[in-house]
């Protein structure tokens, strides 16, 4: 317990907050109080800290010091303990709908939970709360302020729940995985070859790809699409100074592949780590900088200016410009579909599928 629990708009205050008012007001120490309460420091401060009940005992020991009657410090308790129940409500009521929009069949599916077990709704509650490490599914409601997400929907509160789940599941992948801190040299020096791995096929490349992180101190960790999650990547720094670079195969096709990449690794380059989830500003100039890199990153902006202006888009066309960048032809495809220079029915044949085993 604390001295205010809050949750949604309901808030409960602790009376140990009164009690210290109190202590502060007289100008004395908790030990001092307690001695003058007749009670020990141990259940005096617990009592400040919300972490135990103002009882019959101390409410009369607290009127003979204060001349608050009894019945008013039993009643702020009581109005305590009558929100807490409240709080405790609501969450398990938010818990149960939370439930119902996660997709079960997902954890089952690919291999977290039995896949032959009948669970039922409390039993999934456990099983997730066991899994995600949470207290109450009520927390995944929260956007991870601490997390750079790369997200291809807005945020609603059922896509925030799901791509969190992603995001435990991913964390609990990679937290342990390296003690490399990642160091931002060991990582520009790999980038080179990082875009030569676009000409390649994801057999020859994603090991190597991975492997190549790893020593950077980035842990890179592929996930199987959660419904309504709409999350494509995202990356978080671990308190050991490594990192964690979530990839989806939400729609896996190459140029998405390499371009949700490179984007998180921009955030990673610019070490992007944190922000306030409330300062949408921010957060726009924060995804703007890292698509700003992905694309720099392929398709240098003077050469993709010049070609744009040339005004020829067609597959010989695509193909030369691909060739003269060293990049897959798909990546420039999708560029040009995203910018509309080309519709986005044009020149899929260009756009390579990748099946990628996620790990």
Partial sequence: MSKEVTYKDLIAFHPGSYVEDVIDDLNITQEEFAKRLDTTPKTLSKVVNGEARISKDIANKLFKITGVSVETW???????????????????????????????????????????????????????????????????????????????????EKSVVNSNVMLELAMNEA???????????????????????????????????????LNCGIVLVGLPKL????????????????VLLLITDKDKKADVFWFSLIHELGHIYYEDFTSDSNDQEEYRKKEERADKFARNFFIPENLYDEFVRNNHFDEDAVKD?????????????????????????ELNNLKLRYVIELS
């Fill in 175 to 213: 937290r342990n995985r390296t003690s490399n801190k990642y160091q931002k040299v060991e990582l520009e020096a790999i980038l080179p070859d990082i875009r030569k791995m676009t000409l390649q096929t994801p057999e020859q490349f994603y090991t190597k790809l991975k492997n190549m992180l």
């Fill in 74 to 156: 039993l009643n702020l308790q009581a109005k305590y303990d009558a929100k807490i129940v409240e709080i405790e409500n609501q969450q398990n009521q938010d818990e149960q709908d939370i439930c119902r929009n996660i997709d079960f069949k997902y954890f089952k599916d690919n291999g977290f939970f039995n896949p032959n077990k009948r669970y039922k709704l409390q039993d999934k509650i456990s099983a997730l709360r066991n899994l995600l490490n949470v207290s109450n599914l009520s927390q995944l409601i929260k956007f991870n302020s601490l997390v750079s997400y790369r997200h291809t929907q807005k945020f609603s």
């Fill in 321 to 345: 410009f691909s060739e003269k960048l060293g990049i897959s032809s798909g990546i420039v495809v999708g560029r040009l579909q995203r910018e509309k220079k080309i519709d986005y029915k």
């Fill in 227 to 242: 419904t309504s999650a709409g999350l494509n990547g995202a990356t978080k720094k671990f308190k050991n100074g490594s």
